[in-house]
């Protein structure tokens, strides 16, 4: 459970890239954006995007004291992780790492896809 949650965690911040890729490329290239993306880049991406977070969640389970399992909490009304601290760290490190990664490389793409539009809006109305 605990590695399906981390898998999928990193698959969602992941896929952001993606989607602000799309936007770029419809900006940037928009007469061959349909050529660009078919079926198969799409699919590609979403693989990629698995197999990335399936990758960054995997070092937890080749630590020799993960011993990680999920209890009752009274106080948090739920469950709550039990685990070693370097299994803790190092998923807190590995997620702040991914998340800060993929925001800056989607904000790099927005920007790029804002200043094409911006180059093109202004070369419609010269």
């Not at 078919?38 to 693989?47: Q, R, Y």
């Not at 630590?63 to 399992?69: E, L, Q, R, T």
């Not at 009274?74 to 370097?86: F, H, I, N, R, Y």
Request: some cysteine.
């Amino acid at each position: 459970i605990y590695f399906g949650h981390n898998a999928l965690t990193y698959v969602v911040v992941l896929s952001f890239i993606p989607f602000a890729l799309n936007r770029f490329t419809a900006l940037r290239n928009p007469t061959t954006y349909s050529e660009i993306w078919k079926l198969p880049l799409t699919l590609f991406l979403i693989l990629l995007c698995w197999v990335g977070g399936i990758i960054i969640a995997s070092p937890v389970f080749f630590y020799p004291n993960a011993n990680f399992s999920y209890v009752p909490s009274a106080s948090l009304g739920g469950l709550a992780l039990l685990a070693g601290d370097e299994v803790l760290q190092y998923d807190s490190v590995s997620a702040i790492s991914t998340i800060i990664s993929s925001f800056g490389v989607c904000v790099i793409l927005y920007i790029l896809a804002f200043i094409e539009l911006k180059r093109v809006l202004s070369a419609m109305y010269i």
